[in-house]
């Protein structure tokens, strides 16, 4: 049977740096399972892979929409799957690496298709949000999706707007739409966790960051400002620098608030994936347990 490797964990425990050495035992291609490196002329903001590390093995799912496009964990799931169909062709093992939770699990389990939102429904809950604030509508998630309001970033209010939204369309909670019993998927899924204690991650996040905006963090975010408005710029890094650009503060706390924001994000990711039994989990430099591991549980037909 053909099997697809998943291979995930928090932002910046070494995700990268495991898919080309996986990619390299089983000559596999790599399919990205991060929301935000699909995006054009976000390379360093979203610590995509390099130009080097893209020549190392074939990557699908990387700088392939422009930043204007919609998308969505449905048409991700789409998309993938007949990725896979064609892949497995000729791959007996395919690898999707990345962090982005309902992505991962729209390939993994599958999701149901999402409503369309109404006009009215849209219109009426913009109209709330900017009469009365964020903090009614965080209350009605809080009520129709508890689950959904402990995992949301509550200062996102696109994303709490966005899940009212259809908590309203459909009468149901926004979260119900990834919790559904998982499709059978014609491959077998083989999960892989990294995972580092948390002083030592942060510690990582906080080098990651320095690094970025050594490497022109800032400047790939002035060139997008002009689109701040759009989702795809509602991302930590680059939300940050915008409101140092207009002034909200200096650049060194925009930094620190990068830095902060993006462990915020990892402590969720890892939320997420504790709840996922089917996950085994590895230390990054437990490089000989990790491929004994795959040896018995992802052999190549």
């Not at 699909?38 to 892979?49: E, Q």
């Not at 699908?60 to 964990?73: G, I, K, P, R």
């Not at 924001?261 to 890892?270: F, G, H, L, P, S």
């Amino acid at each position: 049977m053909n099997t697809l490797i998943v291979l995930l964990g928090p932002t910046a425990v070494g995700k990268t740096a495991w898919s080309l050495r996986i990619a390299r035992k089983y000559g596999s291609p790599v399919i990205s399972a991060d929301s935000r490196q699909l995006y054009k002329d976000l390379a360093i903001g979203t610590a995509a892979p390099t130009p080097e590390q893209l020549a190392q093995a074939t990557h699908f799912m990387v700088s392939t929409l422009a930043l204007t496009d919609y998308y969505s964990a449905s048409r991700y799931e789409e998309d993938v799957m007949e990725l896979l169909a064609q892949l497995f062709k000729k791959h007996p093992v395919v690898l999707l690496s990345g962090g982005s939770m309902m992505y991962l699990d729209a390939v993994c389990k599958g999701i149901d298709e999402i409503p369309t939102v109404s006009p009215d429904i849209r219109q009426t809950l913009r109209a709330e949000f900017e009469q009365y604030g964020l903090e009614p509508i965080l209350e009605e998630l809080k009520m129709k999706d508890p689950q959904h309001y402990e995992e949301v970033d509550r200062k996102n209010y696109r994303r709490v707007i966005h899940a009212v939204e259809i908590c309203r369309m459909a009468g149901r909670p926004y979260s119900s739409f990834r919790m559904r019993q998982p499709k059978e998927r014609p491959f077998r899924i083989v999960k892989i966790g990294l995972t580092r204690p948390r002083a030592e991650l942060c510690e990582r996040i906080n080098q990651r960051v320095d690094q970025m905006m050594a490497d022109g963090l800032e400047n790939e975010a002035r060139k997008v400002y002009p689109l701040r408005h759009l989702n795809a710029l509602n991302t930590v890094g680059y939300k940050e620098l915008f409101q140092y650009f207009e002034g909200e503060w200096p650049l060194e706390t925009a930094v620190e608030k990068i830095k902060r924001n993006t462990r915020v994000y990892a402590r969720k990711q890892m939320t997420w994936f504790k709840r996922d039994n089917e996950i085994n989990w590895f230390h990054p430099d437990d490089e000989a347990a990790i491929f004994h591991f795959l040896d018995e549980k992802a052999p190549v037909n």
